[in-house]
């Protein structure tokens, strides 16, 4: 059975940084490419960034780059999210997710970011 | 940018009776290796997204076969053969090499 745990989730100060965290498992990790996608509050679904297989080649949606950084570690079945200069609309649960041919077919059950002083 | 949007936004739906929801683009989803990336989620209340029709026809592992997609370059439509109350929730189309969702759809029972 697939199953991603999302975990790092809190609350943290406007400007502060935090990591996400996804443990992975009941599949072949190493051979999927992973993606972050959040949503905030009431509202819909928003694409973070995603990472290839091998960790090599990370993609940002262009509102997130340079503050956002993916990466993965394969011994450990884990994809991170290291969020930087955080803001309040910043503020969403984050999912990671397996992203398998432009799909995303399965999800976690998120990790809750609050920004705010 | 690719813009994704779906009418209507709310269905009222009577259990039973069939649901349709469409997605629309805003140029065509057509990628270069010829296949068209669009998928359907689910997201019922206080739950993840849930991966329900992929490549626009395609159901997922374990989905219903009362969920059918179909379409073609810009428009796309999700349909519910009967709609059950399990069904209730927000329904989202997906462009997946394009990083475009659609706002969503929420589906509730009248």
């Known amino acids: 059975e697939v199953q991603l745990v999302e975990s790092g989730g809190g609350l943290v100060q406007p400007g502060g940084s935090l990591r996400l965290s996804c443990a992975a498992s009941?599949?072949?990790?190493?051979?999927?490419?992973m993606s972050w996608v959040r949503q905030a509050p009431g509202k819909g679904l928003e694409w973070v960034a995603k990472?290839?297989?091998?960790?090599?080649?990370?993609y940002y949606v262009d509102s997130m780059k340079g503050r956002f950084s993916i990466s993965r570690d394969n011994a450990k079945n884990s994809l991170y999210l290291r969020m930087n200069t955080l803001r309040a609309e910043d503020t969403a649960m984050y999912y990671c997710?397996?992203?398998?041919?432009?799909?995303?077919?399965?999800w976690g059950q998120g990790t809750l970011v609050t920004v705010s002083s | 940018d690719v813009v994704m949007t779906q009418t209507p936004l709310s269905s009222p739906v009577t259990l039973g009776q069939p649901a349709s929801i469409s997605c629309r683009s805003s140029?065509?989803?057509?990628?270069?290796?010829?296949?068209?990336?669009l998928s359907w989620l689910q997201q019922r209340p206080g739950q993840p997204p849930r991966l329900l029709i992929y490549?626009?026809?395609n159901r997922f592992s374990g989905v219903p076969d009362r969920f059918s997609g179909s379409g073609t370059g810009t428009d796309f439509t999700l349909k519910i053969s009967r709609v059950e109350a399990e069904d209730v929730g927000v329904y989202y189309c997906?462009?997946?090499?394009?990083?475009?969702f659609g706002q969503g759809t929420r589906l509730e029972i009248k």
């Open positions: 990472i290839n297989p091998d960790g090599r080649e990370q």
């Open positions: 490549q626009i026809s």
């Open positions: 997710a397996r992203d398998v041919w432009y799909r995303l077919e399965y």
């Open positions: 009941g599949f072949n990790f190493s051979a999927d490419w």
């Open positions: 997906m462009e997946g090499t394009q990083w475009a």
């Open positions: 140029q065509s989803l057509v990628h270069s290796d010829g296949n068209t990336y």
